[in-house]
């Protein structure tokens, strides 16, 4: 296919409730639709990149610089025969994950239209639906928390994921644990935590956790193997892993038992089916993660997660959980008889992006033709 041309748009949406990890707050949520045209198609994709460089060091404004400068000119104009060729085109630009990402899943999404299938399909998923939970932030109050996490409960869902931090860490898992016993219960920490702090994560092992994501620096392996070696909590790897062969490293060197997999992070689809390919082979779990997407980028996930080895809940929830009105239609729902959502059907992402809420939102846009 022919990439005819591409279009930007730097949309920014408030969040229903804000968003509190260890790196900051997020309460609104800033996004880059790309939008690839070909023989009469449009293929959407989502960047991730926040306003600042909290949880990975791209920013809205980094990817728009990369996309426009480095990214759009190797794809525009180029007769493509599969969205694999361009993860191929882009690896001469090191680095910028989430602005890869963003154009090679439109392309695949334009890909999946033409051939009139879900793009579940083209990546060899195995289920019309996915195990899904919630990411809950770090609250003002523990009765907030307990609040806040009985709430997404009573909605249905049977997973629930804690931010952490060093202060909010022992007393919260312990008072949620004492008054849900048997729900599947994780934490993140975002990289808020040293080797160091080894003591701490050995302290949780009796409240029962599903896993402890990404406890250590947001670049390290090492440690992260280390302590591994002393606790018996899987540990999930986020931010650490950005390509195939940093999965390939953390496994060989028992860093993690778990990968939360975030196309963003890793620069696109191709790299994700490499990584899930590895984790596989390697008897490693994994999960998809989220970044507060809209519905474009939700819509991708759920499909990457009905590939065979997503074998836990992934951070997908409903759209009401995120926005009050988002970009794509239909909403997502959470099938609350069991904690799932429904992959899409209809061709590519299966969801329809309504320009209007598009142009709404919209703070910046930019059009590439050949
Ligand atoms: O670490 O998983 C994370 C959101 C923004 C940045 C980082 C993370 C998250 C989440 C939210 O946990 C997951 C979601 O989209 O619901
Ligand atoms: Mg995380």
Redesign the pocket.
Known sequence: MKIERIELHHISQELVHP?R?SFGT?TERPCILVTVYSENLAGWGECTA?LDPG?SYETITTAWHILSEFLIPRIIGQDITTPQEVSAKLKGVRGHPMAKASLENAVWDLFAKAKGMPLSEMLGGVRDRVEVG??IGIQPTLQGLLDRIGQFIDKGYRRI?M?IEPGWELEPISAVRQRHPAIKLMV?A?SAFSLEDAPLFQQMEPYNLLMI??PLHYDDIADHAKLQAQINTPICL??SIHSPNHARWAIEMKACRII?M?VARVGGLTNAIAIHDICREAGIAMWC?????TGVGRAANIHLASMPNFTLPG???ATE??YAEDIAEPAFYLNTEDSTMTVPTGPGIGVEVLTDRVKHFRVRHSHFLP
Do not use: H
């Open positions: 968003f990890t997020q926040s949880y919630v990411s994921k931010k993140d975002n994501e990404q986020d931010e939360n975030k993660g989220g970044m507060l997407e951070d997908i929830s959980r995120y």
